[in-house]
C-alpha cells in the first residue's frame, strides 16, 4: 500500500473517529417529558405586537430560547398557573446563566387584551416577559405555527366570556424554529431539566 493511499484512509479514519465521537457525546432524548421535533420548522412571516406596542416578527426568537405559551389574561386558571410555573422554570435557569431563555405570552383575545393590559398582566409574574397579540388573522397564522389550538365562542356579548384553548408550552429554539412542545402537567423541574437536555442536544449537532 502506498503512502497517499495510507494518508488518505487515516484521514477518514480521524473524520470517521470525530462524527461518531460527537455522535456519542450527544445527549439522550429519550428522558424528555415533552417532544422535541426531529427536524424544527422555522417560525415564518410573524406580524404580531408586543406590549409596547411595537411590532413582533419571527426575528424577535433569532438568537435566542424562547419559551411560549398561547392563552389569553382574562383565563381563570391555565394560563396563571403556567406561568407561574415559567416563572419558576426562570428562576431555575437563571442559576445556570445570566441569560435564561425568554418567554412570550401570545393572546388569543385581541379585544380584551390590549397590549397595554397585556404589559401589565406579564410584568405581574416576570419583569422579564413579554406579551404579545396582533389581529385575529395573524394570531391563527402564528398559533397554527407553533400547534396551538383555541376557540373563541360566537357570543362574545358577555364581558366575562371563556376561551377554549391548548396549555401546551412551545419551545423556539436561537435558529426562530419551534423546538419542543410540551404538554400538562408541566412543573418547573421537568421543564428546566427539558430545557437542559435540548439546549446540550442543539449544541451537539
Not at 503512502?3 to 429519550?30: C, E, H, M, W, Y
Not at 417532544?35 to 424544527?40: A, D, Q, Y
Not at 394560563?79 to 418567554?103: K, R, W, Y
Request: charged fraction near 20%; aromatic fraction near 10%; include cysteine.
Amino acid at each position: 500500500m502506498n503512502k497517499p493511499t495510507l494518508i488518505l484512509i487515516a484521514v477518514i479514519a480521524l473524520v470517521a473517529g470525530v462524527f461518531f465521537g460527537l455522535r456519542q457525546n450527544a445527549p439522550d432524548l429519550s428522558e424528555l417529558t415533552g417532544f422535541s421535533f426531529p427536524e424544527p420548522a422555522l417560525l415564518r412571516d410573524v406580524k404580531l405586537i408586543d406590549h409596547n406596542n411595537e411590532p413582533l416578527t419571527e426575528s424577535h426568537f433569532q438568537d435566542k430560547w424562547t419559551f411560549i405559551y398561547v392563552g389569553y389574561t382574562f383565563c381563570p386558571d391555565y394560563c396563571p398557573m403556567t406561568l407561574t410555573t415559567l416563572n419558576q422554570t426562570h428562576a431555575l435557569l437563571t442559576e445556570d446563566s445570566d441569560t435564561p431563555p425568554a418567554t412570550l405570552l401570545v393572546s388569543v383575545d385581541p379585544e380584551r387584551d390590549t397590549p397595554e393590559h397585556l404589559k401589565e398582566y406579564v410584568k405581574f409574574f416576570n419583569d422579564d416577559f413579554t406579551g404579545a397579540t396582533g389581529s385575529p388573522d395573524e394570531i391563527r397564522k402564528f398559533a397554527d405555527q407553533v400547534s396551538a389550538v383555541y376557540a373563541l365562542p360566537d357570543d362574545r356579548s358577555d364581558p366575562n366570556y371563556l376561551v377554549d384553548h391548548s396549555s401546551t408550552v412551545i419551545l423556539i429554539n436561537p435558529d426562530a424554529a419551534v423546538q419542543a412542545v410540551f404538554t400538562p402537567p408541566q412543573t418547573a423541574d421537568t421543564l428546566a431539566k427539558d430545557f437542559r437536555l435540548l439546549v446540550a442536544h442543539y449544541q451537539s449537532r
